[in-house]
């Protein structure tokens, strides 16, 4: 398999997210000017990710692993744009499909199908575009019958495979994965996995998120390990989830 | 695939650009997305009752009827067809505060968005001000009815009007993102500005005459936006001319600053929306 190497996807030097939160909650104008005056306002700042380095490249699957706090989403929101670090920067090259959040603008009172132009758009595809794989959404999405209904009327699962339907539909360069995403029935399950083989045969570069660890280093080839923000260790899947075993047991 | 290669979005936190200008970009790039927005709030706002279209066209009507009722016989103003002068204030005034305070309430509601996914930040404020003025269309069908009854002429000056509306509704973006902005961090701010907006209705001459001023203090309406702003909205329909130069400059004058200032500070501000909403 040819893989280009020139340019890394996702590259991200030196990156720094930090919450601050203030020390007490200021809700109001007035109490804020007050403060600020006396210069009392105390924050408490929270890292949630300490100068991480990490270069992807095409066709990677990389493996994020850590306790609950670690930071990992964060992670996944600063590659996926919506977090923009607070130090160091980010490069990303490419279309990201992020699978964390299916159905993002979702409007239960429109129909199926205006949901899935709407929701096409917020993922950033043209109009166009949608139109022409409009029918192959749906079909995949199996609601045939129901797309010219109102959201409202679909189940959970509907509206949770029309969301993996339109966000999968084209070839993403790079697909965020949020632990075992559970889509749907156990046929629907098995339809998304294959859906996502067929993407990493195809050189999409795969970020994994899970607390599943045999899962992750039978998928990923190499895995981030991070801890309170700081990553303890990048590499090899099976020594960096031994260190990590060794030492969380 | 290659194609694909060339249309490839690329991403760079580090890339030294204004963020007034990568917005301008990112927003050319997402039009489809504030078409739908717009359309979709349209539908949000008509679909679900039937009379909703007859109700947005009954309401300024019927205000109208009221205040005419009032004002016209109270205090005896000396403004011919009323009706006409006051339906146009007041057309004017829904298209203003409709469309600031949806602009601020769209980004709040929006933040369950914008911690989700990256959408570029202003469309919730355009999304605001493109359904206002469509909603605006549908104003101005009650005026031209009262228009027909009251044998109000039309005149050539009308064509001014689209002018009007595009300095009106830069002026109200302006204002929007600045609220937006300012209510990300004190959500008071929404509260302070309907007070503020009730102020401002009774400080520009929506409902009254201008010369009921004294002479001396109507030099200092032009530090109202809003009244340079109405002129150039209610000249042409309520006395069919062109409205003068001067209300022109300060009309454009205040709609570019406006609009310039609002886009800065939201753009500079909005990378840190996420981390507050």
Not at chain 1, 26 to 45: C, H, M, N, Q, T
Not at chain 2, 63 to 88: E, W
Request: glycine residues 6%; proline residues 4%; hydrophobic residues 50%.
């Amino acid at each position: 398999m040819e893989v280009q190497t020139v340019k890394p996807l996702i590259e991200i030097e030196n990156v720094s997210v930090r919450y601050r939160v203030p020390h007490e909650k200021i809700f109001s104008l007035k109490e804020y000017a007050i403060r600020r005056l006396k210069r009392s306002i105390s924050y408490i700042d929270f890292w949630a990710l300490c100068e991480i380095n990490l270069k992807v490249y095409q066709g990677e699957l990389i493996g994020i692993i850590g306790p609950n706090g670690a930071g990992k989403s964060t992670l996944l929101k600063v590659i996926s744009r919506v977090l923009r670090p607070t130090k160091g920067h980010i490069k990303v090259r490419g279309m990201v499909a992020p699978l964390l959040e299916l159905g993002a603008g979702f409007d239960f009172e429109l129909t199926g199908r205006e949901n899935i132009f709407l929701n096409g758009t917020i993922l950033g595809f043209k109009m166009k575009d949608i139109a022409n794989r409009f029918d192959r959404i749906v079909d995949f999405a199996e609601l045939k019958d129901f797309i010219d209904s109102p959201l409202r009327t679909y189940s959970t699962g509907m509206v949770a495979r029309l969301g993996f339907a339109v966000a999968t539909d084209v070839k993403p360069d790079i697909l965020i994965i949020d632990e075992i995403f559970a889509v749907g029935d156990k046929e629907f399950q098995k339809k998304s996995i294959e859906r996502i083989e067929g993407f990493k045969g195809k050189g999409t570069t795969i970020l994994f998120v899970s607390h599943n660890l045999p899962q992750v280093q039978s998928m990923c080839k190499r895995i981030i390990w991070l801890e309170h923000g700081v990553s303890r260790a990048v590499g090899p899947a099976k020594e960096v989830i031994e260190h990590y075993l060794r030492e969380n047991h | 695939m290659w194609k694909q290669r060339v249309t490839m979005m690329e991403y760079d936190s580090g890339l030294k650009r204004s963020p007034l200008f990568s917005e301008l970009i990112e927003l050319f790039r997402y039009r489809d997305l504030l078409y739908l927005m717009t359309l979709t709030s349209i539908k949000r706002r008509y679909k679900r009752s039937t009379l909703g279209i007859i109700w947005s066209l009954l309401g300024p009507l019927l205000t109208m009827a009221v205040l005419t009722i009032a004002f016209s016989n109270l205090f005896r103003f000396s403004l011919i067809n009323y009706p006409i002068y006051l339906l146009s204030g007041l057309i004017f005034w829904n298209l203003f505060t409709q469309t600031t305070q949806d602009a601020m309430n769209s980004l709040i509601w929006g933040g369950n968005l914008l911690r989700r996914i990256y959408v570029p930040r202003t469309v919730f404020s355009i999304t605001a001000i493109n359904t206002g003025l469509i909603n605006l269309f549908l104003a101005f069908i009650p005026l031209a009815i009262i228009m027909l009854i009251l044998r109000h002429p039309f005149r050539p000056a009308l064509f001014f009007l689209p002018f009007a509306i595009l300095l009106i509704a830069m002026f109200a973006l302006g204002v929007g993102l600045i609220l937006s902005t300012m209510s990300v961090f004190f959500i008071d701010v929404v509260y302070i500005y309907q007070v503020v907006i009730s102020a401002w209705f009774y400080l520009t001459p929506i409902i009254y005459p201008r010369d009921i001023f004294p002479a001396q203090y109507v030099w200092y309406m032009n530090f109202n936006p809003l009244y340079n702003l109405l002129e150039l909205f209610r000249v042409p329909i309520y006395l069919g001319l062109i409205p003068g130069t001067n209300t022109i400059l300060a009309a454009s004058l205040w709609a570019g600053i406006s609009l310039l200032i609002g886009f800065w500070v939201f753009t500079k501000k909005a990378d840190e929306f996420a981390y507050r909403i």
